[in-house]
C-alpha cells in the first residue's frame, strides 16, 4: 500500500482489465487474510498502481448474511430462480 485516502487503497500491484474484485491478501500473522478489493487500475506519475477498498469488518458481516440466506440469487428473464451460481451480493 502506498497511499490511502478517503477509503481508497493505492497499491504498487500492477493488475490489468478484468482484476476488479480480486481479493489482495496479507500474510502477516498465523495465516493469509484478505484485507481490500481491487476496484480499478490507474496510472500516477508514470507509475501503473491498483487502487482498492479495503474491507475491514465487510467479509464477516458477508459472511453473516449469507450464511442466513439474504443474499440476492440470479435471475433469469426478469424471474427469480433456485440457480446458484456463486454470486451474492447484499447491501451495506
Do not use: W, Y
Request: proline share 4%.
Amino acid at each position: 500500500v502506498m497511499s490511502g485516502l478517503g477509503g481508497i487503497l493505492v497499491m504498487s500491484c500492477d493488475v490489468e482489465l478484468g482484476a476488479s474484485g480480486a481479493p489482495v491478501f496479507s500474510f502477516l500473522g498465523e495465516q493469509p487474510q484478505i484485507v481490500s478489493i481491487v476496484a480499478a487500475k490507474a496510472e500516477i506519475r508514470g507509475q501503473r498502481v491498483a487502487l482498492a477498498t479495503p474491507v475491514d469488518d465487510a467479509l464477516e458481516v458477508l459472511h453473516d448474511e449469507l450464511s442466513a440466506g439474504r443474499g440476492l440469487k440470479a435471475s433469469s428473464h426478469g424471474s427469480e430462480t433456485d440457480r446458484n451460481i456463486g454470486a451474492r451480493f447484499i447491501r451495506p
